[in-house]
């Protein structure tokens, strides 16, 4: 006969049935409020996310759902011996884990704050400013170009007798360590330069030194073996104080800095046309130190899998002193309103580029855009839609909506002028496979998003009718529709991803990436 | 962890970059909650618990229901595994301390080896981890650091940082322990020309 410990023996005969209704209820209450404590976090979990180019990885998280029909199934379906004491166990062990997932998430780290990266971009801006002073000539963005050019040369020409072309660029001890215990049967080759962004400017001795790190990847054979690498390398360059930057074209690729024939040089540093020893850093920025912060191997896996957004709530980093540049824009254009161009601008370039760049990116046209984009996005972009259709995947982005553009930074100098904004978008971002099945993101909620996109322009270039044109040459007006990889226009066999004739889009960085 | 805000990350990161300006030192600080899971307590508690409740069932004069013996017998064992779980005082009262101490140990040395501290082309990458809940502080240094500065000091300066626990502002202590690390690693590991930060400000540490 069972027994109640805590109760009279008489009542507890008279009202069995009650006490066990009562009992059962009880524990179910519990378990029901316990479930509803965990229930609304799962029923409301995101099941899009982020979508990082630059790591070609995201996550997604779900399945919640699962776990509250789970618990009302058993509930209704089994009887209370056995029912209640499997929800119990679900919901400890559910809450166990989530606990885990949390506990590790409790790291903090050294990492600056936004305070601090408002603080060194503010320094930063400063030292580009005092460069600009000392060298007129500097350009941030040729100077980008030419650490683009060197690095890519830098990595094809490793281990191979061409490597020597380069020697006028690189300091002795990149030189030594680059030249040693050189492995023959490796090379590297399919070169991509993600973003470079400048770290900082200093002075130390004779020189002035730039440093900047650079996102890449690169694939690297070893006796016939490839392995693709993500990257992300700060490399420092250096040139004697009093240097005034070449010109752009010698700037673009890698020329000799005295004569600016094509980098052709001996073993000792030697042009072979001009026959002068370039010294490294007399005459041109030379990289003075290498270092790998991060390493790892690229996977095609991780192409489907999504991330919760983040960075969309970061307030908008905005260049510190951007009323000075915005004053100095308006009269170099002799502008009559800045409000009026800045509309003007959003309307006509930032919006459109963005919408026709994403529609070519969803519909893996990519070389519709090539006239918008510089080399170094269409390369990056390319490589990633390769990486996808490899998989037989297509990142889709349906209902592309710009909520809001805000201005993040102008740069005006001798050459390029450049426009940084922040444009907040939504659109379904999911991806399909062969099938047209989707296998990430989501189909039906749509993904808020920012990014920050720059846009560069040669100074000069005025306001022409085809600037705005998205689908004919800036510099011929005939059909973009011949532009092939290289930017040059068939019609008038000119190059055109430098900016040279109306506004290109220079780069994408993600919110949570971007430091200014 | 509360104490550890966006006010004391600003000031920490200021305080290892005035650091690293006048030293030639990298420094990592890495703060955890807990550095092992320690399944073990709550489920061994867990057990226990249960087991002694189920004797008492058996064996006591009073006379139980089935559905009681199983029912409590069963909830006993994860009351007490959520309380032990959920609450950090009764999970660390059957700890001991040496085992809280190799626990700190190994986590900080797997951080040494993710986060790639080891990366630094002269080995003077330098990590702090500080982990609150066994109220422990591992300082790593790599070869180069290590060598560079004498043992006393090392052991100074680990004395010194251990003894933030006994604030009521870990986390301001902690600033204020790192402060006073700059002059000895200014004198030991001085600055070098041209010197750039050999690691990235967002370390893969999570392990």
Known sequence: ?516 | MKQFNEDFRTKLYETIEDIENNSFIEIVVIIKAQSDKYKDIPLLAGIIFSFLLYTFFMFSPLEFGVYSIYAFTILSFFAVFGLFASVPFLHALLIKKSRKVKAVEIAARATFQKGGIRFTNNRIGTLIYLSEFEKQIYILPDRGAKTSVPEEEWENINENFNAVFKSNNIADELVVQLEKCKDIFSKYIPPVENDINELPDDLDVNL
């Open chain 1, 1 to 516: 006969m069972r027994k109640y410990p805590f109760l009279n023996k008489k009542f507890i005969e008279n009202n069995k049935k009650t006490i066990k209704f009562l009992s059962y209820s009880v524990v179910i209450s519990v378990i029901f409020l316990i479930a509803f404590l965990f229930i609304p976090d799962l029923m409301y979990s995101r099941p899009g996310g982020g979508h990082s180019y630059s790591s070609g990885s995201s996550g997604n998280s779900g399945g919640g759902d699962g776990i509250a029909n789970l618990i009302i199934w058993i509930l209704l379906s089994l009887s209370p011996e056995i029912s209640i004491p499997l929800v119990i166990l679900i919901i400890v062990v559910y809450y166990y884990k989530n606990k885990r997932k949390s506990g590790s998430k409790q790291t903090i780290s050294s990492s600056p704050t936004y305070q601090n990266k408002s603080n060194e971009y503010q320094r930063a801006e400063n030292q580009i400013d005092n460069l600009k002073n000392s060298d007129p000539n500097f350009s941030k963005t040729l100077f980008l170009d030419f650490v683009s050019s060197l690095y890519n040369k830098y990595y094809t020409y490793f281990g191979k007798s061409e490597f020597k072309n380069i020697k006028p660029f690189l300091f002795k001890n990149i030189w030594d360590n680059s030249t040693k215990n050189i492995n023959q049967q490796s090379s590297i080759n399919e070169i991509v330069i993600g973003n470079i962004n400048i770290i900082s400017v200093f002075e130390g001795g004779d020189y002035t030194s730039i440093a900047v790190d650079i996102k890449s990847n690169y694939t690297k054979s070893i006796a016939g073996k490839s392995t693709r690498h993500i990257l992300t390398e700060r490399w420092q360059f250096s040139r004697k104080k009093g240097i005034f930057s070449l010109e752009p074209d010698s700037m673009r690729d890698l020329k000799c800095p005295n004569c600016g024939a094509a980098s052709n040089f001996t073993d000792a540093g030697k042009c072979e046309y001009c026959e002068t020893f370039i010294e490294a850093g007399t005459m041109q920025w030379s990289v003075n130190n290498i270092s790998i912060l991060a390493q790892e191997t690229f996977s095609t896996k991780g192409l489907a899998h999504y991330e919760q957004e983040i960075g969309t709530d970061y307030p908008t980093i905005i260049q510190p002193a951007i009323g000075n540049y915005i004053a100095k824009f308006t009269s170099n254009h002799n502008l009559v309103n800045w409000d009026t161009f800045w509309t003007d601008f959003t309307d006509n370039i930032a919006v459109n580029y963005f919408t026709e760049i994403y529609k070519a990116w969803s519909s893996k046209q990519w070389n519709n855009i090539r006239h918008l984009v510089s080399d170094r996005l269409y390369e990056s972009y390319s490589f990633w839609l390769s990486a996808y259709q490899k998989e037989n995947l297509t990142n889709k982005l349906d209902n592309i909506q710009i909520k809001r553009i805000d201005m993040s930074a102008i740069d005006v100098d001798k050459f390029y002028e450049s426009f940084t904004v922040r444009i907040y978008a939504s659109c379904m971002d999911y991806v399909v496979n062969k099938e047209g099945k989707v296998i990430g993101g989501s189909k039906k909620n749509p993904r808020l998003f920012s990014e920050y996109w720059t846009f560069i322009r040669r100074t000069g270039v005025e306001n022409k009718k085809q600037e705005f044109s998205l689908h004919n040459c800036p510099n011929c007006g005939a059909p973009a529709d011949k532009m092939g990889q290289a930017a040059v226009c068939e019609y008038c066999n000119t190059k055109i991803s430098n900016g040279d004739f109306s506004w290109i889009l220079a780069s994408i960085v993600q919110d949570e990436e971007y430091t200014g």
